[in-house]
């Protein structure tokens, strides 16, 4: 087997067209975060970041802190995205590491529409393989979006793939047979450090946005995408059993917040028909000062998802101090350990249990909250070790 060397001072491209979303979510966090972690690991390497799209306000100001590192060059190309989707897709043209001036390595940390020469070391991110285990969750138009992009195709294309948890790497051995040492498991995450931070959000901006989302005194929180996998409406329907049986207090609320994903109308619709709906608070995305506050302010953080690639949220919010309802599959067992009560998401009964014993119990409520730090302390640990090494 051909030994690897590592590559000193040379030229790594980087898809960042996500990093143009509206709001920043999933992959976009871990896109910033990566860049931030390669810069400051192997700051001997120039780096290019593939964007596309047509010049604005809205552009420049996402992508100006980029502009502050010497080595890091922003290439903004301006092809109509769905040609060039199209161009990618069908004729593998344009070449995107020839676009960026030839680089050594091209780094996709999310699956798209991607053509990349053979003669370039292709790494590519996968976050999970949600859309093959559960694709009854995902809108027709997304599901036809997973089959033309065809990841098991570009997985087999990479030189190398790095996963966010293990989870994701069994996935792949075993559902496209990928070899276990092409596979990476390298979770980054953007620090956590303004979670931790109690001064982080001021009194008054406390106020103002308890006061823009009339936030009540008492609430179990769900924050993320509004979107059938992460099974929101079993959450609902946990609420709904403990009030209407007098479990827990009727001061608690339920608020559920995060932006429209997919298939969203449903979750909606059962919501607005609930018997309790004037004590369920719906958002839509909140900005990442109001989230922090959010966590720090709910009595509980629930996220029953039926599959994640790491569940961000989940360590977000044990780095606020807030004790954390989970599910017991994928890679949220990983993320949680025992700091958290862990549920089968399939079993409403489970949800039920758990949201009575931990709004009841204060002394579990900071058992958990102390065991959450803790375990977040030893994520932050593990990503530190965990350095990137780019090979030839």
């Known amino acids: ?57 809205d552009i420049e100001q996402k992508i100006s802190w980029l502009r ?22 069908l004729l593998k043209y344009p070449k995107l590491d020839k676009l960026l001036g030839n680089v050594d390595i091209f780094i996709a940390p999310n699956i798209s529409f991607l053509a990349v020469s053979k003669q370039t070391k292709f790494i590519l991110t996968i976050h999970d393989l949600s859309f093959e285990r559960f694709p009854e969750t995902f809108s ?9 992009i065809n990841a098991r195709r570009l997985c087999y294309q990479a030189n190398q793939i790095w996963t966010v948890s293990y989870s994701t790497k069994w996935d792949l051995e075993s559902l496209y047979k990928i070899p276990g040492d092409k596979i990476i498991v390298r979770p980054i995450l ?12 001021t009194s008054q901006a406390q106020n103002d946005i ?5 936030l009540p005194s008492k609430f179990i929180l769900y924050l993320g995408t509004i979107e059938p996998r992460k099974n929101i409406i079993t959450l609902v329907q946990a609420f709904e059993y403990l009030r209407q049986h007098d479990k827990i207090n009727k001061d608690y609320k339920l608020v559920i917040a995060g932006q429209l994903g997919w298939r969203y109308q449903h979750i ?22 109001e989230k922090v506050f959010f966590y720090k302010k709910a009595r509980v953080f629930v996220y029953p998802s039926l599959f994640e690639g790491f569940g961000i949220p989940v360590a977000e919010a044990m780095a606020s101090g807030t004790p954390v309802i989970t599910s017991n599959n994928s890679s949220l067992p990983e993320v949680v350990g025992d700091a958290g009560i862990l ?23 900071t058992e958990y909250i102390k065991q959450g730090y803790n375990r977040i302390k030893k994520i932050e640990n593990n990503l530190s070790q965990n350095k990137i090494t780019l090979t030839s």
């Open 343 to 365: 549920i089968d998401p399939d079993r409403v009964e489970d949800l039920i249990d758990a949201l009575e014993l931990m709004l009841n119990n204060q002394s579990l409520q």
């Open 140 to 148: 027709p138009k997304r599901r036809f979006w997973h089959f033309i």
């Open 210 to 214: 308890s006061e823009k989302y009339n």
């Open 68 to 89: 502050k590192y010497p080595n890091l060059h922003i290439k903004h190309f301006h092809f109509p995205n769905k040609i060039l989707n199209f161009s990618l897709w």
């Open 190 to 201: 953007r620090s956590l450090q303004k979670f931790k931070d109690t001064k982080l959000v």
């Open 1 to 57: 087997m051909k030994q690897e060397k590592n590559i000193i001072g040379k030229k790594i491209g980087i898809d960042g067209r996500c990093l143009l979303d509206k709001n920043y979510t999933g992959v976009s966090e871990y896109t910033v975060a990566l860049i931030r972690k390669l810069l400051q690991e192997h700051p001997e390497n120039e780096y290019y970041i593939f964007i596309n799209g047509f010049r604005g306000r």
């Open 268 to 289: 909606l619709n059962y919501i607005k028909k609930s018997k309790f709906i004037d004590d369920i608070l719906l958002t839509d995305f909140v900005t990442p000062a």
